[in-house]
T-cell receptor, first 115, second 112 residues
Framework: AQSVTQLGSHVSVSEGALVLLRCNYS??????LFWYVQYPNQGLQLLLK??????LVKGINGFEAEFKKSETSFHLTKPSAHMSDAAEYFC?????????????FGGGTRLMVKP | EAQVTQNPRYLITVTGKKLTVTCSQN?????MSWYRQDPGLGLRQIYY???????DKGDVPEGYKVSRKEKRNFPLILESPSPNQTSLYFC???????????FGQGTRLTVV
């Protein structure tokens, strides 16, 4: 079975500050990992994904995440927060051997950006 | 434009009145799934389908039904809705189980 834990249901940063959203996963097989963003009253939009290869992945809007197998982590970062980054962020995992049934999500982290 | 379309976006209904939320995708994806989103719980999978006529339970299937008679459509049926099914529902599709999922805009359901 797979699971995802997002540390911190709410994170608040000042505009221009570093954004760090934490995600830890468990998986019995090599995982594929994803970060999604949800803006108010909208569906989920893919930010970035890790499948195989380079462990540092870059996504849209200046976000990036690093897959650390030894720490079972996939934390999301952005060097400088913008007001437009305020949203809810979800980390998700799927089975890299494609034997699974789509994504398992974490509980989400709501990012607030203060002027 | 590649998309997943859900209808309706908003629905208020009464306990026990059967309802259907439709979902359609135009990407020829094999996999489709329904999730419900509740505060603090993230998205939890209700049912999924790996192909036409192949469906299976997710983590929270009680009180829901699905069918997959055509590849593009995957309706969610609540035969006797109850207030604990008040939630935000998302339909998603992907070309394989491990791949990124594409989501609809969501259906906010209130059962009174």
């Amino acid at each position: 079975a797979q699971s995802v834990t997002q540390l911190g249901s709410h994170v608040s940063v000042s505009e221009g500050a570093l954004v760090l959203l934490r995600c830890n996963y468990s998986s019995s097989v090599p995982p594929y990992l994803f970060w999604y963003v949800q803006y108010p009253n909208q569906g989920l939009q893919l930010l970035l994904k890790y499948t195989t290869g380079a462990t540092l992945v870059k996504g849209i809007n200046g976000f990036e995440a690093e897959f650390k197998k030894s720490e079972t982590s996939f934390h999301l970062t952005k060097p400088s927060a913008h007001m437009s980054d305020a949203a809810e962020y979800f980390c998700a995992v799927s089975r890299g051997d494609n034997a699974g049934n789509m994504l398992t999500f974490g509980g989400g982290t709501r990012l607030m950006v203060k002027p | 434009e590649a998309q997943v379309t859900q209808n309706p976006r908003y629905l208020i209904t009464v306990t026990g009145k059967k309802l259907t939320v439709t979902c359609s995708q135009n990407m020829n994806h094999e996999y489709m799934s329904w999730y419900r989103q509740d505060p603090g719980l993230g998205l939890r999978q209700i049912y999924y389908s790996m192909n036409v006529e192949v469906t299976d339970k997710g983590d929270v299937p009680e009180g829901y039904k699905v069918s997959r008679k055509e590849k593009r459509n995957f309706p969610l049926i609540l035969e006797s809705p109850s207030p604990n099914q008040t939630s935000l529902y998302f339909c998603a599709s992907s070309y394989q189980g491990a791949a990124e999922a594409f989501f609809g805009q969501g259906t906010r359901l209130t059962v009174v």
